[in-house]
């Protein structure tokens, strides 16, 4: 007899095989002393220029995408998902696109199998924020949580965007799929879904810090081991072009870009002077590396 979460293994592991001709998946890792830091690939997303440069000046984007070598890839980015793995915990951050996001993505079941992780083994599912990208994968082809036995977290401030009857009223038209779907997995998760506030210590080694713009409550984390330490960005430094390049330009993929590029100048500033190794969701890679700082703007240094 064929199971159901069997039957859901095996549709993804296919489509993974068959879009990405065998390719199974790509995992960056780094050893943080008693915690292990793996980041998993759940494929990319397929946008549309209008979501990622909307009114910005063209001619000022393409010198940007052509020095930066972005110009061929800047509208697929790649979707990194982030493993934390220290005493007993197995932390996700964010949980993919899902099986009915965008053909491209939603691979991280694959991802997690050849990681020899089971969605059973998952103790906790951390979220960055409530986009499709980060929130949709929760639930399976039935509606039913991916991670049984996971306590899932979010942001107490994104939660409550997410989860107000106003906001689907509010958002902007090509946002309002975003707003249903969050809402959607928001009810069907319930009291599985618990709320932290900035600068808590949700997990031993793992402290939020609310990064806000590209969502109200966006929130990144700073993960510690014994020996090392990882700045989780999430999407609020969304991609190594445009942003490490003018990071002060307002992102049209920002719900308040005013906001998303004040915190986007403060990040680069903390991390290249604390020369910290960063994780970003959508940055090349596997999204783990250096932020550097480069004359008056910013390098992406994967080594
Ligand atoms: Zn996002």
Redesign the pocket.
Known sequence: MVTRRGFVGQTAFLGFTLLNGGRLWSATETDLGDAMITTLSDGHLSLPESFLFGDLDRDAVERVLGETGASARALEPPCNLTLFRANGAVVLFDAGSGPSFMPSAGKLPAALNAAGVSAEDVTHVVF??A?P??LWGVLDDFDEPVFANAQHLMGGDELAYWSSPDTLETISPERQSFAAGAARRIEILGDRLATFDDAERIIPGITSVMTPG??PG?MSFEIAGDTGRVFLI??AI?NDHVAFAHPEWHAP?DQDPETGARTRLALFERLTEDDVQAVG?HLPSGGLGRIVRSGDRFDWDAG
Request: proline fraction near 0%; avoid cysteine.
């Open positions: 960055t924020h986009h990208d980060h590209h969502t966006h999430g999407d969304g993929a969701f």
